[in-house]
């Protein structure tokens, strides 16, 4: 049975999309659960929980884990890359670490140390060693980025909105206004293509805004979980000394 180092293990978490103290957290609760075998079994109701993450695969549990994260079979879990891309779905992102009882009894408390100096190591790799930045950057501000995301959301909505509000407005237009002259010399009809056309650009350009509104939610998470690494690796170097 192999086992994992700290490092080794906030690797595998780094490459599945953890950051911040979710990284952190999550190297310790693989610890708590597991102590880093990657073919750790557990298969004492109520569990069937698979290696470093112990994802537990039983009954319908089980099959509904299967769907949601591609699995030919439980086994596939044994391979350390699998089951962190499987607890960072199943802690929605490194947000909520509570499906762990490990977490929720506080057992991973005792892995923190360990946990902390492998998650900045692997920082320290995945930002090229750990060097002084670039003088010639730029700030961003992640609370700035968030409002525009909220009102890029908000024009999606308010376009979405319109979009129905326009074509049911047309329609009645074309029944109410023009009646049956209108249905006999094709205007009505007419006046229905021009408001699905319209509605469909709507739609398009409602689309684009949530798609941006997304983007630039994703964009300022990025910022704010930079910004947690760092502060979680100068407390870190402070611990150490």
Sequence with gaps: MSTLSPEEIARHAYDAGFRGHGLTTAVAVALAESGGRT????DTPPDDSY????????????????????????RDLFDPAANARAAFAISEG???????TTFTTGRHE????QARRAARAVRRENRGGGGEGDRDGFLVDPDALTDYARRAG??????????????RGMRGLAEDSFGRIGAETGFAAALDRFGHALSHQLRGVARSAD???????RTARHYREQESDIADELLGLLRDK
């Design 154 to 167: 908000a024009i999606a909505d308010e376009l979405t909105a319109l979009r129905r509000n326009q074509l």
């Design 211 to 217: 798609t941006v509104a997304g983007s630039v939610t």
């Design 94 to 100: 490194g947000e909520s670490f509570r499906p762990w």
């Design 39 to 42: 073919r750790a079994h557990n």
């Design 51 to 74: 290696g470093l993450w112990q994802i537990n695969m039983i009954g319908a549990l089980g099959r509904e884990r299967r769907d949601q994260l591609d699995l030919d079979a439980d």
């Design 110 to 113: 005792r892995y923190l140390d």
